[in-house]
């Protein structure tokens, strides 16, 4: 079950057992706009089930909010829509799209301190087919500001440093005052320079 925001907002929650993020959902009146892709295949099938209950809208774009596994491992489930990624994201995405996923590989990226031990554990058991798996292209990418119309409903996309990654992706749909902030409100450091509404904050 997604959870309802707003008229037109959705969102599934977290599991941290699974390490699996918030994804988010905003309908406007022709399309709709999926925010973050799911860790796994498996996570981002289970969105897609949800959503299709919905009878929302088609899902035309899919926003990655920044490139660590677990908000971009799905993004191959979401058929024809378009993927979108800030530059530096897709810089990111691109070493990912190098490497294998199979279970030597995924040994050498704990190794590597590119993913941890229970990341590994997550993928292997909600990614089976990973032989030939690689992260697909992007379809769109923007530097800054980016603006999307869904119909009736414009999203404003932004590029932010955030204290929990320098590529982060925030969304604002302003008609209905929500911000999505990806990961950025998790601070690597004591220096918190966020301060948002505990409501706004999609983590
Ligand atoms: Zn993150």
């Known amino acids: 079950m997604l959870k309802q ?72 489930e979401y058929g024809d829509a378009i993927v979108i990624v800030n530059r530096l994201t897709e810089q990111r995405l691109n070493e990912w799209r190098e490497y294998a996923f199979d279970d030597t590989a995924l040994l050498e990226h704990v190794e590597n301190k590119r993913i941890s031990a229970h990341a590994m554990e997550v993928i292997q058991n909600e990614m089976l087919d990973r ?36 590529d982060s992706t925030i969304v604002y749909v302003p008609e209905e005052k929500t911000l999505f902030l990806g990961d950025s409100p998790y601070s690597t450091t004591t220096r918190s320079l966020f301060h948002y509404k505990q409501h706004c904050c999609f983590t």
């Open 131 to 166: 032989e030939s798996f690689r992260p697909g292209t992007s379809g769109m990418v923007f530097e800054g500001t980016l603006q999307l119309d869904l119909g009736n409903k414009v999203r404003m996309l932004e590029q932010i440093r955030s204290t929990h990654t320098d």
């Open 5 to 76: 925001l707003s008229e037109s907002i959705y969102y599934m929650v977290n599991d941290n057992e699974r390490e699996r993020p918030v994804l988010g959902l905003v309908c406007g009146e022709k399309y709709s706009l999926v925010i973050d892709a799911g860790n796994s295949v498996q996570h981002a099938r289970e969105f897609l089930t949800e959503i299709q209950r919905l009878q929302v809208p088609p899902v035309r774009y899919v926003v990655i909010t920044h490139a660590h596994w677990d908000h971009f491992l799905g993004m191959n």
